[in-house]
Structures are given as structure tokens and as C-alpha cells.
T-cell receptor, first 111, second 111 residues
Framework: KAGVTQTPRYLIKTRGQQVTLSCSPI?????VSWYQQTPGQGLQFLFE???????NKGNFPGRFSGRQFSNSRSEMNVSTLELGDSALYLC??????????FGPGTRLTVL | DQQVKQNSPSLSVQEGRISILNCDYT??????FLWYKKYPAEGPTFLIS?????DKNEDGRFTVFLNKSAKHLSLHIVPSQPGDSAVYFC??????????FGTGTSLTVIP
């Protein structure tokens, strides 16, 4: 069974630009969660989608948004990038409850 | 406000000995807990879980203990192996679909 895939793996953007990250979950998984990891901060929860609906949302500004498609693939968008948005962005999929399985992450660098 | 805390940023253990990684939480509603291992440049890998109806769960060399009254859980790795060197994250949830992660403990197993 294929694992969670994320594209692209690396991104370099400049301040003010926007970026879209993509996540394909494990086949059969209907939940996709997004996390931001920065040094010393652990994994900060961004949002979770289940069956195309945002079910949970963390404490991030509205510049961070996401969506989920009917095939459970998910995208995350960050608009008006700031230097502090530089981080590893991880997505994780699950059946809808319980253990989450992570992709390799997208490393975003904002210059 | 960090609801899940891993107060030891790093831990060094001799190969063959026991590694004990600790995690504290503040929300008494948390009833499902996960441990993950993360290597550099990879996404976290699920290790073991425990629900609040149990106080211990074992899987091979990994055992998780839960002390609900103290709001504390620990991961024991016995015996520790050099390949166990990684960052370990604990995570907690009250819904089973939104998880709060600790900041991680970097384990080094010395051959």
C-alpha cells in the first residue's frame, strides 16, 4: 500500500508570494491533517479535513487555508508569505479517527 | 499554550540499556495518546498508541505507560539500539482526530 505523498518536497519563495502544497493520502483514508514544524516548536496543528469538509482548525491566521477533493487529496495554501512561514509542512492521513500516518513533508523557505 | 509537553529536549543512552521518554499533558479530556519517531528529512513514523482505558500497552521493544491521575505518559524502549536514535514525539487527543503534539525529545543511543 502506498504511503502518504507530498509535493513538492522543497520550495523557495519570497515574501508576499503565495504557495500551494499538495498531499495524497493513503488509499482509503478520508481524513487529512496538516501540521507546521519549526525548530523548538514541535508540530503545530493547522487544520483537518474529512470527506471534503474542514472538521478541525488550529490557531493560525487566515492566510493559511486548505481544501480536500472528492478523492481525499488535499491542498494547503499560504498567501502573502512571511519570513516566519519558513518551516516543514507535514500532512498526515487517517481513516478518520486514531493513528495518523505522515508524509515526508514539504520544506518551505521564504526569503 | 502548550497542552502537551516533553520537558527533556535530549536524552543519551548506552546501547542495550533502557530508554525512557516522558510526556506530560494538561488537558484532562485527552483520552488517546500516540508516540512517533522522526528521522531527519522524513515524516514522523507511528510507533505505538494507548487509550485512557488502559495504563500500559506493549509492542515488541516499545512499551507506553499512562498515568491519568498525574497526566503523564512515558515510552520505554528496551533494549535500546543505535537505530533508535531519532526525535520522539508524543501526541494527545480528546476527539481522536485532532492531535496536540509535544516539542519532541532527541534520543541518541551510543554504541
Amino acid at each position: 500500500k502506498a504511503g502518504v505523498t507530498q509535493t513538492p518536497r522543497y520550495l523557495i519563495k519570497t515574501r508576499g508570494q503565495q504557495v500551494t502544497l499538495s498531499c495524497s493520502p493513503i488509499s482509503g483514508h478520508r481524513s487529512v491533517s496538516w501540521y507546521q514544524q519549526t525548530p523548538g516548536q514541535g508540530l503545530q496543528f493547522l487544520f483537518e479535513y474529512f470527506s471534503e469538509t474542514q472538521r478541525n482548525k488550529g490557531n493560525f491566521p487566515g492566510r493559511f487555508s486548505g481544501r480536500q477533493f472528492s478523492n481525499s487529496r488535499s491542498e494547503m495554501n499560504v498567501s502573502t508569505l512571511e519570513l516566519g512561514d519558513s518551516a516543514l509542512y507535514l500532512c498526515a492521513s487517517s481513516l478518520g479517527w486514531g493513528e495518523q500516518f505522515f508524509g515526508p513533508g514539504t520544506r518551505l523557505t521564504v526569503l | 499554550d502548550q497542552q502537551v509537553k516533553q520537558n527533556s529536549p535530549s536524552l543519551s543512552v548506552q546501547e542495550g540499556r533502557i530508554s525512557i521518554l516522558n510526556c506530560d499533558y494538561t488537558n484532562s479530556m485527552f483520552d488517546y495518546f500516540l508516540w512517533y519517531k522522526k528521522y531527519p528529512a522524513e515524516g514522523p513514523t507511528f510507533l505505538i498508541s494507548i487509550s485512557s482505558i488502559k495504563d500500559k500497552n506493549e509492542d515488541g521493544r516499545f512499551t507506553v505507560f499512562l498515568n491519568k491521575s498525574a497526566k503523564h505518559l512515558s515510552l520505554h524502549i528496551v533494549p535500546s539500539q543505535p537505530g533508535d536514535s531519532a526525535v520522539y514525539f508524543c501526541a494527545a487527543s480528546d476527539t481522536g482526530n485532532q492531535f496536540y503534539f509535544g516539542t519532541g525529545t532527541s534520543l541518541t543511543v551510543i554504541p
